[in-house]
Structure formats: structure tokens, C-alpha cells
């Protein structure tokens, strides 16, 4: 190389690497002492001890809104409580009815026996006559005691004894006889004609002479 020429830059073939020096030991930083703890702060309350709790209004419930399907079904169900009702009427109704058909049957019935068997009476008073003068012997025997079975069994029947109380609602006092010690209210001594009912109707009251009890 001459004077003057710029030497090249000489690039080392290997890079020694210089052995680092271990750094020194930072010293540790100066422990802080423990603070104390602040003193606990008392709560301070402000007169609130015995003071009544504030009232809390309710919501307002809201209701909901009304939908097509829930309007139809209010008025189905009222449509319903409508038929309800409507069936119960005609129900009590024909009940009702019911009621004066049979009433009305049974009186027609009492009527149709009362009819027929009124003039029969006649006959059953001259057979009690005719028993009371003798006894019945046979065929006029069988006779009576056959039409007073069927009497009978169309619903009418015979009332009025010696000894009954006297009763204006079925008796018929034809004659009052005196008094009687044996007696305390005014009772049937004679019976003159037998009384005749077909259910609770009197057909006709039994025609009777009384005596009244002795006055003390």
C-alpha cells in the first residue's frame, strides 16, 4: 500500500467477544415501615333510629291488553251463561207443568169416581140399614159385600163410628141428645148415616146424633 491510498477497511475475520464483566449488584431498595392502619371511623348515623320506614307506593297494575281471542272468548262465555240460564227456566218451567198435568190428572180422576160413585151411596145406606135390622144371609150377603169391595177400591171410603169425637169438618150433627158423664167432648152417640170420602174430599159427612159432656 502506498502513502496516500486510503486503506481499506479491514474486517476482522473472527469478532473476539470480550468477556462482559458480571454487572454489579443494584443493592435493594430500603424496606417502608408499615403504615398503621387509619383508626376505624364510627358510623355517624343521622337520627334514622326509630324513624318510621318510608312507604313505598304499589305499581299501578297494568293491565293487559285486551286481544281479539280474549274478547271472543268473553263473549262465548257469556253466550254460554245465557243458554245456562235459558235451560234452567224451560227446566223449573216444564217441571211446573209436570206438576198441574198430574194435579190436574189426579183431580180429573177423583171427579170421574166422585160422579159415579155418589148415587151409589143410596145403596150402601140401605145395605148398613138393612144389617142393622138383621144380619145378611145369602146371595143379597155376597152381593153387599161385593159392591163394598169395589167401592172401596175405587178410593171411597167409609167414616163415621159410635164413640168418635165430633168433628164439624166430616160430621153433621143432626141433633144434640143430652149429656153424657162418660164423655169429655161432645162425641157421636148415633150414627145415622155413614160418612164417605175419596181421598181427603168428604163425599159427605156422616149424619150423627151427640152428646155433650156434663158442665161441672
Same mark, same amino acid.
Given at each position: 500500500?502506498?502513502?496516500?491510498?486510503?486503506?481499506?477497511?479491514?474486517?476482522?475475520?473472527?469478532?473476539?467477544?470480550?468477556?462482559?464483566?458480571?454487572?454489579?449488584?443494584?443493592?435493594?431498595?430500603?424496606?417502608?415501615?408499615?403504615?398503621?392502619?387509619?383508626?376505624?371511623?364510627?358510623?355517624?348515623?343521622?337520627?334514622?333510629?326509630?324513624?318510621?320506614?318510608?312507604?313505598?307506593? !304499589?305499581?299501578?297494575?297494568?293491565?293487559?291488553?285486551?286481544?281479539?281471542? !280474549?274478547?271472543?272468548?268473553?263473549?262465548?262465555?257469556?253466550?254460554?251463561?245465557?243458554?245456562?240460564?235459558?235451560?234452567?227456566?224451560?227446566?223449573?218451567?216444564?217441571?211446573?207443568?209436570?206438576?198441574?198435568?198430574?194435579?190436574d190428572r189426579?183431580?180429573?180422576?177423583?171427579?170421574?169416581?166422585?160422579?159415579?160413585?155418589?148415587p151409589i151411596?143410596?145403596?150402601?145406606?140401605?145395605?148398613?140399614?138393612?144389617?142393622?135390622?138383621?144380619?145378611?144371609?145369602?146371595?143379597?150377603?155376597?152381593?153387599?159385600?161385593?159392591?163394598?169391595?169395589?167401592?172401596?177400591?175405587?178410593?171411597?171410603?167409609?167414616?163415621?163410628?159410635?164413640?168418635?169425637?165430633?168433628?164439624?169438618?166430616?160430621?153433621?150433627?143432626?141433633?144434640?141428645?143430652?149429656?153424657?158423664?162418660?164423655?169429655?167432648?161432645?162425641?157421636?152417640?148415633?150414627? !145415622?148415616?155413614?160418612g164417605y170420602?175419596?181421598?181427603?174430599?168428604?163425599?159427605?159427612?156422616?149424619?150423627?146424633?151427640?152428646?155433650?159432656?156434663?158442665?161441672?
Amino acid at each position: 500500500m502506498t502513502h496516500g491510498d486510503t486503506p481499506d477497511e479491514v474486517i476482522p475475520d473472527e469478532v473476539t467477544t470480550q468477556e462482559v464483566d458480571e454487572q454489579p449488584e443494584v443493592e435493594e431498595a430500603p424496606q417502608v415501615e408499615d403504615v398503621e392502619e387509619a383508626p376505624e371511623v364510627e358510623e355517624v348515623r343521622l337520627g334514622t333510629e326509630g324513624a318510621p320506614e318510608p312507604e313505598v307506593e !304499589a305499581e299501578p297494575v297494568v293491565e293487559p291488553e285486551a286481544t281479539p281471542e !280474549a274478547d271472543e272468548l268473553a263473549v262465548t262465555k257469556m253466550a254460554l251463561e245465557e243458554r245456562t240460564l235459558d235451560l234452567q227456566r224451560l227446566q223449573a218451567e216444564f217441571l211446573n207443568y209436570k206438576r198441574r198435568v198430574d194435579r190436574d190428572r189426579e183431580l180429573v180422576r177423583e171427579n170421574a169416581t166422585y160422579a159415579a160413585l155418589t148415587p151409589i151411596i143410596d145403596v150402601l145406606d140401605t145395605i148398613d140399614r138393612a144389617r142393622d135390622h138383621e144380619p145378611l144371609e145369602g146371595g143379597f150377603k155376597a152381593v153387599a159385600e161385593q159392591l163394598e169391595r169395589v167401592v172401596a177400591g175405587l178410593g171411597m171410603v167409609k167414616f163415621g163410628a159410635v164413640g168418635d169425637a165430633f168433628d164439624p169438618t166430616v160430621h153433621e150433627a143432626l141433633s144434640h141428645i143430652g149429656t153424657d158423664p162418660e164423655v169429655e167432648v161432645t162425641t157421636c152417640k148415633v150414627v !145415622a148415616k155413614a160418612g164417605y170420602k175419596i181421598g181427603d174430599r168428604v163425599v159427605r159427612a156422616a149424619q150423627v146424633l151427640v152428646v155433650d159432656p156434663v158442665e161441672e
